[in-house]
């Protein structure tokens, strides 16, 4: 942990270190709301946040040889988490994710801890993302490189690129193996074009862009250890590591929110 994030989290202190829960669409903690098949394996992970409809994240069979070979496991050292090894959960409601790239703004968070990465789609790794399965798969996504090189991104629908300025690519360090990092992004809210930020193991942003707005951008369901629903290919663009906490925000939080955040996940 950088010295300066400490620093930070040592002011944090002050204030109680508390999760906003205004628009927060998405709270999956590995200590809570798990169930388990009878080999360990996790078919849901339950958020504690959002739209009833929109809080069960399960194992997708569809697509795979051996239908339970995308479920991911438990572990509790050194800290709760769940360990995807190319797998994915996914939450199968179309609408609840969709205005988060059309100008109201988002604010995502994870702890993760990387493994090293199978190559399936080359440098395209991802912890979560709902992009739309098809067409010009609008929506969020952040990913690793094959050599555990961190970054996420938006797309908005207008061009297919990868990468361009409709798929702006926000590319923060090659995370360290044998320890969880804490990651952020952030987009403003704008109706012509938004802001995003990419934060690394500190609350100074070490990368960011500049998004145009698609009001019409149709994003997907949101997976996590996968960036989208692939169920042509599972597991080929997902990522190895662990999530030990993923929190997912309908607008951007302010610094001092996005600080308090920080201290309580740590």
């Known amino acids: 942990m950088s010295l300066r994030l400490i620093a930070l989290l040592c002011v944090a202190t002050s204030f ?3 999760i906003p829960t205004a628009g927060l669409l998405v709270d999956l903690d590995p200590a809570k709301n798990i169930t388990l098949d009878a080999q360990g394996r996790v078919t849901a ?3 504690q946040a959002g739209p009833a409809e929109a809080r069960d994240f399960v194992g997708q069979p569809k697509g795979r040889t051996e239908p339970t070979s995308g479920l991911p496991s438990v572990v509790k050292e050194p800290r709760a988490a769940l360990s995807f090894r ?3 959960l996914v939450c199968h409601d179309e609408a609840a994710f969709d205005g988060l790239i059309r100008g109201s703004g988002c ?3 994870a702890v993760i801890r990387v493994y090293p990465q199978r190559v399936g789609l080359k440098d395209v790794n991802s912890f979560f993302g709902n992009l739309r399965n098809g067409q ?8 690793l490189d094959d050599d555990n090189t961190v970054w996420w991104g938006a797309r908005n629908g207008l061009t297919f690129g990868r990468f361009d300025v409709n798929n702006p690519k926000l590319v923060g360090p ?3 193996e044998g320890r969880f990092h804490f990651l952020a992004g952030r987009m403003g809210a704008g109706q012509a074009e ?3 930020e990419f934060f690394v193991n500190d609350l100074k942003p070490c990368a960011t862009a500049q998004f145009p707005i698609n009001p019409q951008a149709d994003a997907s369901k ?5 960036e989208r629903d692939a169920i042509q290919h599972p597991g080929k663009e997902s990522f190895d590591g662990e999530i030990a906490r993923f929190l997912l925000w309908d607008r951007p939080l302010t610094d001092q929110e996005l600080r308090s955040v920080f201290e309580g996940v740590r």
Do not use: R
Request: with cysteine; charged share 25%.
């Open 16 to 18: 109680a270190a508390e």
């Open 45 to 47: 992970w339950k958020s």
């Open 86 to 88: 190319q797998q994915e």
């Open 107 to 109: 604010t995502w968070v």
């Open 136 to 143: 010009k798969y609008e929506g969020l996504w952040g990913c």
């Open 174 to 176: 090659k995370l360290e």
């Open 194 to 196: 938004a802001k995003l």
């Open 222 to 226: 949101l997976a996590i250890g996968q």
